[in-house]
């Protein structure tokens, strides 16, 4: 069985279906986007110009190739032009150009075109070894001199935008200047310089590839929006290719085993080359995070040590001065000692992170009465709630509550932790309930702490035990909070075997946070 295409033409096929899809991604990845409908025109005259290229040298159309020839450089003209036009355009969603503008360049690029399929052009063919070869006439010069004003603007344009670009728009740029450049210089050294010097047109066939290359390149640099890294883009671009490779292999089987075979290593190699880019990319994605979430973790923690080593160099040198009054320097001594402290219980925190995630957190369980701890961290919150205006109730089960595994100290930091922020994030005359149940059955008990501050929205009951995690409104009124002590105490109730969780029934309604703990 003889599979009815030819080589070249396979080839063809595979590169304009591989432009349309470039062209379908693009265009929905958003389909408002001047720049991006730029490129779909773009990639749908690339198509047409490779189809009238692989016509014009084909044998079976050596009678009507001056046709075919004039419709090449009929089709390149609007090829440049949206170069152009994109390279104006990106990164931007409007055509940046005047109205006037615009229209005169269309009005340009169509003078080309028409000159372009006109005698002027090319005048004839002459055949030469059953190959046919233009004889260009003096309308030629319109088309190169337009063709390197657009290709040289276009590159201009990126360079220019390049240098002022920053983060990912330059990385964008980036990419598509470095996809025009290595199409140009693959047009110029293998197709150019060859037919114009040496006669030889042998890499005309691959002008495919070139063009496919660049819109490849382009296409990614406009969806991606994130390019975020050489190695997940080098791991696809080699998937694809590999691919590519025995698609081609398949359509150009010569018998039906060769055919079966050739689809099925095609298809075990598509699936494995999935997996590769993915797996790539999660791993990119992590390090990403990682690398997010250590910088993020560098400003917060810069940012909140500063605060009160202000504070605290503000008092002192105004006590250098000398000029204070008694009851002035006891209260600023006061002062300086309440903000040290909260510096000291913040390189605690920081230093309890750092130990937490290396898993060096040390926890020293014993048999431990939970009702004593609870009773601790109340009453050593009297006295701020007292300070605030806020009620602080405590509600204790009427019997005896078993004892539960747990580490004393940890266990009362995450009690401290939520009824501090149950103080912090509540008005004055609001009040904070702590109270304790037990549940027989299920063995564990239950400690609900609950205010009637400003509550949490949806989305914030989510992600309010993350690493620095600041929601919404507590946010504003605490601007301290590094919002790491719901973190911490996470951790703390998973190494307990326990659970921590918060529930609101929205914004101003007061939230409620729920610790579960197994009893003995
Ligand atoms: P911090 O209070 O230091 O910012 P936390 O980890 O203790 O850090 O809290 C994280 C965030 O959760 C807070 O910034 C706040 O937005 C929100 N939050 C915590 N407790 C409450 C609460 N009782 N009511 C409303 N919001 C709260």
């Keep these: 069985m003889q599979f009815l295409l030819e080589p070249n033409l396979i080839f063809l096929i595979v590169v304009i279906a591989i432009n349309s899809t470039l062209a379908f991604v693009v265009y929905k990845n958003n389909p408002r986007s001047a720049a991006n409908l730029l490129f779909v025109f773009l990639s749908i005259f690339s198509s047409l110009w490779l189809i009238a290229n692989y016509i014009s040298t084909h044998p079976k159309f050596l009678e009507s190739s001056i046709v075919w020839i004039r419709l090449t450089i009929f089709f390149a003209a609007p090829q440049a032009t949206l170069l152009f036009l994109l390279a104006h355009t990106f990164p931007s969603e409007k055509i940046r150009f005047s109205r006037r503008v615009f229209f005169v360049l269309l009005a340009l690029m169509g003078l080309v075109m028409i000159v372009n399929v006109s005698p002027f052009a090319f005048e004839r063919v002459a055949i030469e070894d059953s190959s046919p070869r233009p004889i260009p006439g003096p309308g030629i010069m319109l088309f190169v001199v337009f063709g390197i004003t657009m290709v040289g603007g276009s590159i201009t344009l990126l360079i220019k935008k390049l240098k002022k670009a920053t983060g990912i728009e330059k990385q964008q740029l980036r990419f598509i200047l470095a996809g025009i450049s290595a199409m140009m210089g693959a047009i110029i050294f293998t197709i150019l310089i060859p037919v114009v010097f040496f006669g030889k047109n042998y890499f005309v066939q691959y002008s495919p590839v070139y063009t496919s290359f660049f819109l490849g390149v382009t296409a990614y640099a406009i969806v991606k929006h994130n390019l975020f890294n050489i190695r997940v883009i080098a791991t696809e671009l080699f ?193 904070v309930s702590v109270r304790l149940f037990h549940n027989k059955d299920l063995r564990k008990i239950d400690v609900i702490v609950q205010d009637t501050g400003m509550g949490l929205e949806k989305k914030e009951v989510r992600s309010l035990f993350e690493r620095f995690s600041r929601v919404g409104a507590g946010q504003k009124t605490n601007a301290e909070g590094m919002g790491i002590g719901l973190y911490i105490a996470r951790h703390i109730m998973e190494a307990h075997n326990g659970k921590i969780w918060a529930e609101s029934e929205g914004r101003g309604m007061g939230s409620k946070f729920y610790v579960e703990l197994p009893t003995i």
């Design 239 to 431: 998937s694809t290719l590999i691919a590519l490779v025995f698609l081609i292999r398949v359509l150009s089987s010569n018998t039906v085993n060769e055919f079966l075979f050739n689809l099925l290593l095609f298809v075990i190699l598509s699936v494995f080359g999935v997996l590769l880019v993915r797996g790539t990319i999660r791993e990119i994605r992590e390090l990403q995070r990682l690398s997010q979430a250590k910088s993020d973790f560098v400003s917060i923690v810069s940012h909140q040590l500063r605060t009160p080593l202000t504070t605290i160099k503000g008092f002192v040198s105004m006590m250098q001065e000398g000029k204070e009054t008694d009851a002035e320097r006891k209260d600023w001594l006061q002062k300086v000692y309440i903000t040290n402290e909260r510096l000291i219980r913040l390189v605690n925190d920081i230093l309890n992170i750092s130990r937490m995630e290396e898993g060096r957190i040390e926890y020293e369980f014993q048999d431990v009465d939970a009702l004593d701890i609870i009773d601790g961290a109340v009453t050593e919150m009297k006295m701020p709630a007292q300070d605030k205006g806020v009620a602080l109730l405590w509600t204790k089960p009427d019997e005896a509550v078993p004892r539960v595994r747990a580490d004393a100290l940890k266990l009362r930091q995450v009690f401290l932790n939520l009824i501090d922020n149950g103080i912090k994030y509540t008005d004055v005359n609001g009040w």
